[in-house]
């Protein structure tokens, strides 16, 4: 199925192979995010690797995907049928993942029709060599009624890293009539890497779906959510964390289309941002005509650490129904200097108090991952 | 023999297609006080809501006739002007509109209803500052924005100088004890004894029977399985007070 | 004699919507060089403005009309309206009794008094704009002792030449946006305004504006200059004619705020907003930008919209001096097919800003309406503060109401906040407002005023009276 020779490829010559349009500066989509170190670069498709990430430390059925390859055979999961992907499900307008589908290392279709006992763990996992190398990974995740699972998501690499690495990675994602699913990630690419994820969510009468994502790692890294609640009484809740000290690019984006009456959606996206680092955050929840009784809410929070850290919020409501309940709220500033001066009077290190501020600070966004040992694996990461 | 003032002939009403009220009867002469009472969740306030017109309540047959006239088929508003007044569990906040504003908004549409000049804004606020002070509201209060902010009592004042100023013929008392001290309780009774005549009559919905002892009612009905089941006087409240609704919820 | 005529009462609430018969000298239809050349030249303008005229044509030939934001009309041909019409005058007049007594007419119909003796009493003074040109500015020579210069822009260039060239294009470059350019390219007339040093203005300084003849763009431009120590309000009110075609509106307000002086501006926008079927109607496109350039400055938008077909206006604020202060208060109400994509820039340079943006919008009908503000904290704006709220209000199921913030953070001693709603007017509300007699429609209209309360309470008295009277008219027939 993969395609590319060894050729090396700039990422605009790929674009312009398929007829994509790359976002500019100008592209509102992607109005804050400069995405030039990414395209810019020389990719070539990563080679196979044997080679594993470590796994977090709780019980899950374990798909190991190494520089875009699937590691040996698809495991056997009760309740779940694995495939790899001969086609994808959608058209779409998105720049990145019709470049994802065009170029495609590997693909997996999972479907889900039980209710899982254990979490399923897609253990993304890169060995950089000298080259440039990109892959292009999608899932098409389908939770067939009254199914229940919990899929997580880790992008790690491996060792010291020279060059640059481009992970593209597309979830569509399929939540039939009282299907739940709940989506964890973790990101924490090498600092020279780009990580470019959308997942495109669709949800069915009275399904849920619920979410959450750790921003860590990368020079340019979004994570986009893109939400259509397409049943009556389906719910989406979309939290996530992100934190940087470094130089990198951090961008949350969320689309929540409610297109039928009584849906709910919830957002609480938060970030600490020092360093060079520059956090973006766009998030909109649309309301179609007709589609009354809805709630939908959403709020980020930001914390600037130091003097060249940057922050870009754009929030945005589109509604065209008159009877519905929204708002959104955004909030940046920095670390409480009260609470910074308590702490140190009562003798904690201005470090360690600032960190306990911090940890306090990102914690309530992964309080309603309800699998205990996945939200204490969680809050390591995030006070790690 | 004084003459009927409301009248509810086999009402049945729903809420979200959930039956609450089926086959209620009850007469209410002029002058008298009933009190209905009836376990949680029995759907007391439905009644309420449902003699106000409130939207989303539905009567699904039989009649209503207040002062011989077709409640059913009037607005909200209309029923409002025609004299009837409900005092409220949960009054809602109306930020940004003063209770001034308000409250001569209200008294100018019940007056032009009844065929009176309107009151210019000296007259009405004397009007107002004066029944205020007599109920403890003071000129600070009547500038605030309507129930905003208001504890429980002062929603309550500001309820009872509504209805002093309304002068409503048929005042409702939707559990207007709820989370009331004494002293917030005791202002609410005394304007409804104030109000008391041979001509207003009185509906006082309650769970307990505590309001009872300031607001003496006439008859005492129980309310259960969306209908009256029995009826007495003020003795039959201290009955239930003691012994509870369980032998009337169980009918049927 | 002729009168001011009605045209079409029949079932229409704009009160506005009349016509003035009078004789004007109107320029060809199109947007030439050569019209320009024309305007300056009827002006008598100094050369420097007509260079400087003809450099913004040139850009804006290069420019696109601006598409980003939610609105959708028919495209506008620049070519065939008017750029400049006059009420024909054979001389100038000295003195209010020399204005033409339509026009006088026309004016007290709107309720303007233009005979000082009625104008409030000393309270309000006027410059009445009608069409391209000013006809009348009140009270000049009660302000003049003071040193204030309230006078049209035309007569400011001819005789405070310096003030003008020194300020005009300072805030709003010619390069700014589409629709700011061809005003500088194309303006026709206008208010100046300049507060001296220490002065307080003893009166509220106010333009009306009026947009008359037919197939006309109107394109006038306020400069407001508040030196060291001042303070001054101003209101701007605005009608128009009711007319099938579009008339096009795009204007520029431009102010400077120097040490320790304030400006307060308060508009009540009223051009006429087309019919219940969305034809004809204002676009109104325009630029309004503060500088707050001294230390502790003030700037404070007020803004009732109710008018215009379609509305395109952003008032901001530069704060680049130290402690300085920008406000933004808006209601915004749309009816019928009315559009709108208004809102504010907040520019946070100098130290310890503060700025302020309520916005209150009410959407009815078939109408759609965008809040759509910048917060910017640029890395040198040590301590910025901002809050933000944005309300929205829907009446009726086929209106929408969006609402877009763009935040900017580049200085981590900021303290930004924004919080915005959105939702219909509570059925509990409306029960317990009918429940104590109030009919429907005027609980809606008390509940929609109580909504923009926070908003009204910073409009100057007389206005907020009109401006609430406004808000219920705009809202008739939108209930039920």
């Known amino acids: ?384 | 023999m004084s003459a009927p003032i409301l009248e509810i002939e086999d009402l049945c009403a729903e809420v979200g297609g959930k039956q609450i009220i089926k086959d209620f009867n009850l007469t209410i002469n002029e002058g008298e006080v009933h009190a209905i009472m009836g376990p949680n969740g029995a759907g007391k306030s439905t009644l309420s809501y449902v003699l106000c017109g409130k939207s989303g309540y539905k009567v699904t047959s039989g009649s209503v006739r207040f002062k011989g006239k077709d409640l059913l088929s009037m607005s909200t508003e209309e029923r409002a002007r025609e004299g009837i007044f409900l005092i409220m569990q949960y009054p809602v906040e109306i930020p940004g509109v003063p209770s001034t504003t308000f409250l001569k908004h209200a008294v100018n549409a019940v007056r032009q209803h009844q065929g009176l000049p309107e009151l210019d804004t000296m007259e009405f606020l004397k009007m107002v500052r004066e029944e205020g002070r007599k109920l403890g509201i003071d000129n600070e209060m009547l500038k605030r924005p309507i129930n905003v902010g208001f504890s429980g009592g002062e929603k309550k004042r500001m309820e009872a100088l509504e209805m002093t100023i309304l002068k409503p013929s048929f005042a409702i008392l939707d559990e207007a004890d709820s989370g009331l001290d004494i002293d917030a309780m005791k202002v609410v009774a005394d304007s409804v004894n104030a109000l008391r005549d041979n001509k207003r009559a009185m509906l006082i919905i309650t769970h307990f029977q505590r309001l009872l002892n300031y607001v003496e009612p006439d008859y005492v009905h129980i309310f259960a399985n969306g209908h009256i089941v029995k009826t007495g006087d003020k003795h039959l409240a201290v009955e239930l007070e003691q012994n509870g609704y369980a032998e009337y919820v169980k009918e049927n | 004699m002729n009168r001011p005529e009605i045209i079409d009462e029949s079932g229409d609430k704009y009160k506005y919507g009349f016509t003035t018969d009078i004789e004007a000298d109107t320029a060809p239809v199109g947007l030439t060089e050569d019209i320009i050349r024309l305007i300056s030249r009827k002006k008598e303008e100094p050369e420097w403005l007509l260079d400087w005229r003809l450099k913004a044509f040139e850009f804006w030939q290069t420019m696109q009309e601006p598409t980003w934001a939610k609105l959708s009309y028919d495209k506008i041909d620049y070519q065939s309206l008017h750029y400049y019409s006059a009420p024909k005058q054979k001389v100038a007049p000295k003195s209010l009794s020399e204005v033409d007594k339509n026009l006088l007419e026309t004016y007290d119909k709107l309720g303007i008094p233009l005979k000082e003796q009625e104008a409030l009493a000393g309270v309000v003074a006027v410059d009445a704009v009608f069409d391209s040109v000013s006809v009348a500015t009140t009270y000049r020579a009660k302000l003049a002792e003071k040193g204030i210069i309230f006078c049209s822009i035309s007569e400011a260039i001819k005789n405070h030449p310096d003030l003008v060239k020194k300020y005009l294009g300072s805030v709003v470059p010619y390069t700014d946006n589409y629709f700011a350019c061809l005003n500088s390219a194309v303006f026709t007339d206008g208010s100046f305004v300049y507060i001296p040093k220490g002065v307080k203005s003893p009166m509220e300084l106010s333009t009306y504006f009026r947009i008359n003849a037919k197939n006309t763009g109107q394109f006038e431009r306020t400069l407001i200059v508040a030196e060291d120590d001042s303070y001054v309000s101003y209101l701007e009110g605005c009608t128009a004619p009711q007319r099938d075609e579009n008339q096009l509106h795009a204007a520029i307000v431009e102010i400077v705020v120097m040490n320790n002086a304030e400006v307060k501006y308060s508009t009540v926008q009223n051009w006429y907003p087309g019919d219940k079927d969305g034809k004809g109607g204002v676009y109104n496109f325009v630029t309004k930008r503060a500088a707050c350039r001294g230390a502790n400055s003030k700037i404070s938008w007020t803004q009732v919209e109710t008018g215009s077909a379609v509305t395109w206006k952003y008032p901001s604020c530069v704060l680049q001096g130290d402690n300085s202060v920008g406000e933004f208060y808006s209601v915004a109400i749309t009816n019928n097919r009315q559009q709108a994509d208004t809102g504010t820039k907040m520019i946070h340079i100098g130290k310890n800003t503060t700025s302020k943006i309520i916005s209150k919008g009410i959407s009815a009908g078939f109408s759609n309406q965008t809040y759509r503000g910048l917060v910017k904290v640029t890395p040198q704006a040590d301590n910025a503060r901002n809050y933000s709220q944005c309300d929205s209000l829907l009446i009726g199921t086929n209106c929408g109401s969006h609402t877009v913030p763009y935040v900017e953070n580049r200085n981590r001693s900021a303290v930004l906040e924004h919080e915005a709603t959105t939702s219909k007017i509570s059925e509990e509300q409306l029960f317990y407002c009918q429940q104590r007699g109030i009919g429907e429609e005027e609980a809606v209209s008390l509940i929609v005023n109580g909504f923009c309360k926070e908003v009204m309470q910073h409009l100057p008295m007389e206005f907020a009276i009109e401006a609430a009277k406004l808000i219920n008219i705009s809202l008739e027939g939108s209930v039920g």
């Open chain 1, 1 to 384: 199925m993969p395609l590319l020779s060894d050729k090396t490829y700039l990422y605009t010559e790929l674009a312009q192979e398929k007829g994509v349009v790359l976002p500019t500066p100008k592209t509102e989509a992607w109005k804050y995010t400069r995405l030039r170190d990414l395209l810019n670069t020389e990719y070539q498709l990563c080679p196979s690797t044997d080679k594993t990430g470590s796994l977090p430390p709780f019980e899950a059925d374990v798909i190991h995907i190494g520089n875009g390859w699937v590691v040996g055979e698809l495991p056997r999961i009760e309740g779940v049928s694995l495939s790899f992907i001969t086609e994808t499900m959608e058209k779409t307008q998105h720049p990145f993942a019709l470049m994802n589908a065009a170029y495609l290392t590997q693909g997996l279709k999972i479907e889900i029709s039980g209710k899982l006992k254990r979490p399923l763990l897609l253990n993304y996992f890169v060995v950089p060599e000298d080259k440039n190398y990109f892959y292009h990974f999608r899932n098409q995740i389908i939770c067939h009624e009254n199914s229940s699972a919990e899929i997580i998501e880790q992008f790690t690499y491996e060792g010291a890293v020279k060059s640059c690495y481009f992970a593209n990675i597309v979830n569509e994602i399929r939540i039939e009539a009282n299907a739940k699913l709940h989506h964890y990630k973790y990101q924490n690419e090498a600092f020279k890497a780009n990580h470019i994820a959308l997942h495109k969510v669709a949800i069915s009468q009275s399904g849920e779906y619920e979410s959450f994502c750790l921003q860590k790692g990368a020079n340019i890294a979004r994570n986009e959510t893109e939400i259509a609640l397409n049943g009556e009484g389906a719910e989406a809740v979309v939290n996530a964390a992100y934190m940087m000290n470094g130089w990198a690019t951090l961008d949350t984006t969320t689309n929540i289309y409610h297109y039928v009456p009584h849906t709910k959606s919830s957002q609480l996206i938060k970030g600490v941002i020092g360093g060079t680092a520059h956090g973006v955050f766009q998030g909109r929840i649309h309301i179609a005509p007709n589609a009354i009784q809805t709630t939908g809410t959403q709020l980020h929070k930001a914390i600037l650490l130091s003097d060249e850290a940057e922050i870009d919020v754009k929030p945005e409501l589109e509604i065209f129904a008159d009877d519905v309940k929204c708002s959104h709220g955004a909030a940046s500033g920095e670390l409480d200097k009260e609470q910074l001066f308590y702490m140190r009077s009562r003798g904690i290190g201005e470090e360690e108090a600032k960190q306990i501020l911090i940890n306090a600070y990102l914690t309530d966004t992964i309080t309603q991952i309800s699998d205990e040992r996945v939200r204490e694996w969680f809050k390591i990461l995030i006070t790690g």
